[in-house]
């Protein structure tokens, strides 16, 4: 038997513990993580343009990298990054990626003479799931299950085609047309309705229209 004081003070930390996982709000714990990795490939340069056979050896390490949407490709150079701009733009081009502005800083040095591309890519996931460590039965404490939305966090992080899109979003077209924007509205504003003759919509299939 334990004197009667730490009794008293074992029981606050004794709930405490029975709370362990407990969501009493109706949004998930879960969200998903993502994470960055700079990886870097120096390449000797001539005359602002890559060392002969060094264009083979930037392809292969593209190649190697499996380069994707969501993938940036930068130069560093030293200076504005114009160095083999040409020559790196053109290998980037065959994977649908073009140049960033800036390169971001590296941690190693720079020897002389080469350039240095950096590729920098995000990945998404969900730490921690799925959780079961919280029941989704009933109970008396109304909590959430701890394993709730385990599966949209997971599926968002696995559909997310720039996993950098969930930091800091996606900008939206610089212009647009208005006219463009509003023709569908005015087309249907100025269709004569079906009962005074005017036109219905055409019912489609797979096999096209009827």
């Known amino acids: ?28 714990v879960h969200q998903p993580v993502v994470s960055r990795q700079d990886l870097t490939l120096d390449l000797q340069a001539e005359n602002g343009r890559l060392a002969a056979g060094e264009g083979q050896r930037l392809a292969d390490w593209m190649a190697a990298m499996d380069l994707r949407y969501g ?16 020559d790196v733009a053109a ?16 941690p190693s040095p ?3 003479g080469t350039v240095r591309v950096v590729l920098t890519r995000t990945t998404a996931s969900v730490p921690g799931c799925p959780d079961y460590s919280h029941p989704s039965m009933m109970t008396a404490d109304a909590s959430t299950s701890s394993n709730f939305g385990c599966a949209t966090a997971a599926n968002l992080a696995a ?9 800091r979003g996606a900008p ?5 047309d208005p006219q463009t924007a509003t023709k569908a509205v005015g087309a249907y504003r100025a269709a004569v309705p079906s009962g005074g003759g005017g036109r219905t919509v055409k019912s489609e299939s797979a096999g096209g229209p009827k």
């Open 1 to 28: 038997m334990f004197p009667r004081p730490v009794l008293a003070i074992l029981a606050p930390s004794l709930l405490l513990a029975g709370c362990a996982g407990y969501n009493g709000g109706l949004d998930s």
């Open 71 to 86: 993938d940036r490709i930068a130069i560093d150079d030293g200076l504005d990054g114009s160095t083999a701009r040409t």
């Open 91 to 106: 290998a980037a081009g065959r994977y649908g990626l073009m140049l960033a502005d800036r390169a971001p800083a590296t």
């Open 110 to 112: 720079r020897a002389a």
């Open 159 to 167: 559909m997310i085609a720039d996993p950098a899109d969930l930091v």
């Open 172 to 176: 939206g077209a610089p212009l647009s």
